[in-house]
């Protein structure tokens, strides 16, 4: 059996992990990710600095998600006294090598605080307009059919301050996290493997399949 997902409406990779994205209309997802997803890296090179030999992050400096070039990265950085230092060539992830959230998840969120929250704040990969009423949990363990490609759904996201930063100014906005945290388990969205690579496109249907 097959159970209708929802729809895909944005595809968004990051070139560089925690700088601005890039939108695109199509896109192939290969086998661990997507293609010029987090291909490069920012690390921290200050021996004082909490995070040295680490990757600098949006929880850092609410700043990096405004940029696109490593070199303003560096230079936003460096006036807060952070030397930074590009790594290229791996797949920089957090906890997973592809990341989907649905818009009936955001839409709690703005239900609760009675604005419109731009996806882009949990800097998805995938963002679905919603067929179902399901939450993360359930869809832990699915298999996902997007277009030619295949998913499997592993775990829930957790979720730091990044959310909570604007997509426009950067200013920081609390209640978001609050929110997620007290009646979200501080989860949104969720991360997925890839079983089958392949080109997915914007308005491909998202399907659960139905099997282990």
Known sequence: MIVALGELRKIWTYPVKSLRRIEHTTVTIQEDGLEGDRRAALYVMSPEHARTGKTYRGKEDNRLHLLALPDDAERA???RG?????RN???YYDA?????ILDSWIAEVEAALGRS?????WRPNLYLRAATQ??????IGQRVRIGEAILRVLRPIGRCVTPT??????ESDPAISRFVAEHRDNKMG????????????????????AGP
């Open 77 to 79: 950085a460096g006036e």
């Open 82 to 86: 952070v030397e930074l230092a590009q």
């Open 89 to 91: 060539g791996e797949r």
């Open 96 to 100: 997973g090598d592809v990341s989907l």
């Open 117 to 121: 929250l731009d996806p882009l704040r």
């Open 134 to 139: 399901a939450k993360e949990p359930a869809l």
């Open 165 to 170: 930063y604007d997509q426009e100014t950067g």
């Open 190 to 209: 969720v991360y997925c493997s890839v079983e089958q690579p392949g080109v997915v496109r914007a308005g491909d249907r998202a399907e659960i399949l």
